[in-house]
């Protein structure tokens, strides 16, 4: 489903992101890509549906070209990759409603998404995702009421909402307290293996990383330095991805909101 | 140290500049103190002269009608500044498109800005003549400028996830804005306009003084036939019009701050 | 089931206000139109008329030596600086007037209740009067010419400035000012040695402001007769020299622009 091949990625801030990065993902995984802020990881994350654009390499997605797609091609992987965000980016000013609807844009003509002429099956889709994630009684509740728990969920809805083959969650719990994190945790691997959606997680926590990943991957200041099931990875292993010692700020039960 | 000295060299200074900014003004424009002190009473002289004001029913119907003209040309005048610099405001963002699209339009509005609208007016008023249609055009335009600069500058200080959302779902970029920009801004844009319709009942009154319809030409005929009672009636009743509509239009601009 | 759940509770409710808010903008609009004249047929020559206009406003020889921007270098010159020099003196001369004038009306720095009281009443009426009021008086009572001008730049801008001025005054931290006094310090003296130290900064910057509006309208006022720029406009006009006026407008536009530039560079400068 994902092929990355030797994949640099240079900031116009002279930042070397990504450092000739090759991965491979197959259909219906769940991958959780570990490492400290700074290695790379949003960006991998960025690169796969395109709102980063790699200098160089290659970056495949259901087997078409991210980096040289059209934009109407772009359109079309975008729609079927779903994107959770660490800060929920949801429409705090509307419903929570309308914030999953906007995941169907993607399918929808420019017209009827600029005057929100959702059809009726836009709406069932939508409604099953709340549901999905145990939130549909909160439907026509403003986004900006709801707890940070309670608005990640949604924004999981949205990319639900999409129907998308391919969902990319890029620290979405690191805004969250340990309780909630588990929580929403449960939900993004409950959709994996009910839905069979491949998915993959950027984590900043080991301990979240160790309870719900198949796979992991490892990267450090651009690299990959580790890519492996779950089972082989030892806490070495973490201190290396880690670049040196563990920390209390890498746990996730440990912190104390 | 040093630096209170530098401080203290450069407030001397701007003294310096400021008084002989003062001296060289007040010589160019033949101005003694005698006349600048004496200017005083006899601007309040002419201000007592204003009151108790001419409140008969004729004094007072003109007065009404010709107010009710100003507001209207401010009303309109706003409408219009709405509808044209949406799309004004819209390419002038700097976050939205890339400079060889926001930099002319940000320009154009920058320009049509500072421009007053009495200027604009007065251009106008050999192409549409005189009354309350150059007067809603010239207020119309002038608003446009400034609508367009607030709205590009609020769509600029938007958070940029919020638009990531929504391009990661896949939508065209108008539709992005739509769900993305619009909402955010959507609530101190409206504001603004209201607010500047308060400004533009002032301006049209203003306007009226050279031709171009609402209550300053009568105001100007007033104290063309030194009738100063008259003259008090047209600023009495037009204070207490606009001191009521600031306040509604505060009310309004309150309730959409918070709820919407 | 799924079919009840989706249907949004409050939409009659919204599809309402958005039907009634927008029917009444149009219906006022319309109401507005009609009432200031806009007549299909008035448009008709509308048209050829601006062509004709633009054409006497830019002709051929604009930029020649006999030209519009030629003459407008020459002898429009001298009209710019007296606008400047009215807008800068009438600016100064406001904030220096003004300072004392806000101090007194402020609630936390006025020294007592009656002049706080009065002062505030009379300002917040006058304060609504917009600068061309005060040009009419100022050039009924002294007669037309850039002295008018002055007097009511500077009448106007005191209370721009106290207008501007009040809320910061009003929202300032009693606490510096409650503990000078506390020390027993006359009424002067406290104020010096609190509110003014922390105020200056904030009224510079605003003073900085009020000299690029001044400028902007003294540049306006001359139009109906108090000197400067405004007035050769005028002038020019009336001997239908559209060229002459058209490259006035030009001047001003650019000096304008410039000094909004200007001012801004200063004023985020000054606030650092």
């Known amino acids: 489903m994902i092929n990355l091949n030797n994949v640099n990625v240079v900031y116009p801030t002279g930042t070397h992101a990504m450092k000739d990065v090759s991965l491979d993902v197959k259909d219906g995984e769940f991958l959780v890509i570990v490492g400290k802020s700074g290695a790379g990881k949003s960006t991998l994350l960025r690169t796969l549906n395109g709102l980063v654009k790699a200098t160089s390499g290659s970056v495949k997605v259901f087997n078409k070209e991210v980096t040289t797609a059209s934009k109407n091609d772009l359109r079309k992987i975008r729609s079927n990759t779903g994107m959770i965000f660490q800060t929920f980016n949801l429409v705090t000013r509307t419903t929570v409603m309308n914030n999953v609807l906007t995941g169907r844009l993607g399918e929808m003509s420019p017209f009827r998404g600029f005057f929100s002429l959702w059809s009726e099956d836009d709406k069932k889709i939508a409604m099953q995702a709340l549901e999905e994630v145990d939130i549909s009684e909160k439907a026509w509740t403003r986004a900006s009421k709801l707890s940070g728990g309670q608005q990640q969920r949604v924004g999981i809805a949205r990319a639900l909402a999409q129907q998308p083959k391919l969902i990319l969650a890029d620290e979405p719990v690191a805004s969250l307290d340990p309780v909630t994190s588990r929580k929403v945790m449960d939900y993004i691997k409950k959709i994996n293996v009910e839905l069979g959606i491949t998915t993959v997680v950027n984590l900043h926590f080991l301990d979240l990383a160790k309870d719900y990943a198949e796979r992991i991957v490892g990267m450090h200041d651009g690299n990959i330095v580790y890519d492996g099931p779950i089972s082989n990875v030892s806490d070495k292993d973490f201190e290396n991805i880690y670049g040196g010692q563990l920390t209390e700020d890498d746990f996730n039960d440990t912190r104390k909101n | ?260 | 089931m799924i079919q009840e759940k989706i249907k949004n509770p409050n939409r009659t409710k919204n599809l309402q206000k958005l039907g009634l808010y927008s029917f009444l903008i149009i219906a006022i609009t319309w109401v507005g139109v009609i009432r200031i004249g806009f007549n299909p047929r008035r448009v008709d020559g509308t048209w050829e008329n601006f062509l004709f206009i633009v054409s006497k406003f830019f002709p051929d020889d604009y930029f020649e030596e006999s030209g519009a921007i030629n003459w407008a270098l020459d002898v429009a010159v001298d009209s710019f600086i007296e606008t400047i020099q009215i807008g800068l003196l009438g600016s100064i001369v406001a904030c220096i007037i003004a300072y004392p004038i806000c101090l007194m009306s402020s609630k936390l720095t006025a020294p007592n209740k009656i002049i706080y009281g009065s002062m505030r009443t009379v300002l917040n009426v006058l304060r609504t009067l917009p600068e061309l009021f005060w040009v009419i008086i100022a050039t009924t009572a002294l007669g037309f010419g850039s002295f008018a001008g002055l007097i009511s730049v500077i009448i106007f801008i005191t209370f721009i400035i106290y207008k501007l001025f009040a809320e910061t005054l009003d929202a300032l931290d009693p606490g510096p000012l409650e503990a000078v006094r506390a020390t027993g310090a006359t009424y002067f003296t406290s104020l010096i040695h609190s509110v003014v130290k922390e105020v200056n900064p904030v009224y510079f910057a605003l003073c900085i402001y009020m000299i690029e509006l001044s400028i902007r309208i003294s540049a306006v006022i001359g139009l109906v007769g108090a000197g400067g720029i405004g007035q050769l406009i005028n002038v020019e006009r009336v001997y239908f020299h559209w060229d002459n006026v058209s490259s006035i407008v030009l001047a001003m536009t650019l000096l304008i622009v410039a000094l909004e530039i200007l001012s801004t560079n200063i004023r985020t400068r000054i606030l650092r």
């Open chain 2, 1 to 260: 140290m040093n630096q209170s000295r530098t401080i203290k060299i450069f407030k001397y200074s701007i003294y310096i500049l400021l008084s002989v900014i003062v001296i060289w003004s007040s010589n160019n424009l033949s101005i003694t103190w005698d006349r600048f002190i004496n200017s005083f009473p006899q601007i309040a002289k002419i201000l007592t002269l204003m009151f108790p004001p001419d409140l008969s029913s004729e004094m007072l119907t003109r007065v009404f009608i010709k107010l009710e003209e100003t507001i209207w040309i401010a009303w309109v005048g706003t409408i219009i500044g709405i509808v044209f610099s949406i799309p004004f405001g819209y390419f002038a963002s700097s976050n939205l498109f890339p400079s060889f699209i926001w930099g002319p339009f940000k320009t154009i509005s920058v320009i049509i800005r500072a421009i007053p609208e009495l200027i604009i007016a007065y251009i106008l008023i050999p192409v549409t003549g005189l009354g309350a249609l150059t007067g809603t055009l010239a207020i119309g335009i002038g608003t446009i400028g400034t609508f367009g600069k607030w709205q590009s500058e609020l769509t600029e200080e938007i958070e940029y996830g919020q638009r990531e959302a929504l391009m990661a779902v896949g939508a065209s970029s108008i539709v992005e804005t739509r769900w993305a920009v619009i909402p955010q801004i959507l609530p101190s844009l409206l504001s603004f306009y209201i607010y500047r319709f308060e400004i533009n009942i002032r301006a049209s009154a203003i306007l009226g003084l050279i031709g171009a319809g609402g209550i300053g030409a009568e105001l100007l005929g007033q104290f063309f036939y030194r009738d100063y009672p008259k003259a008090g009636t047209v600023v009495l009743i037009t204070v207490i019009v606009v001191i009521i509509i600031d306040q509604i239009s505060s009310k309004i601009r309150n309730k959409i701050i918070e709820g919407q």
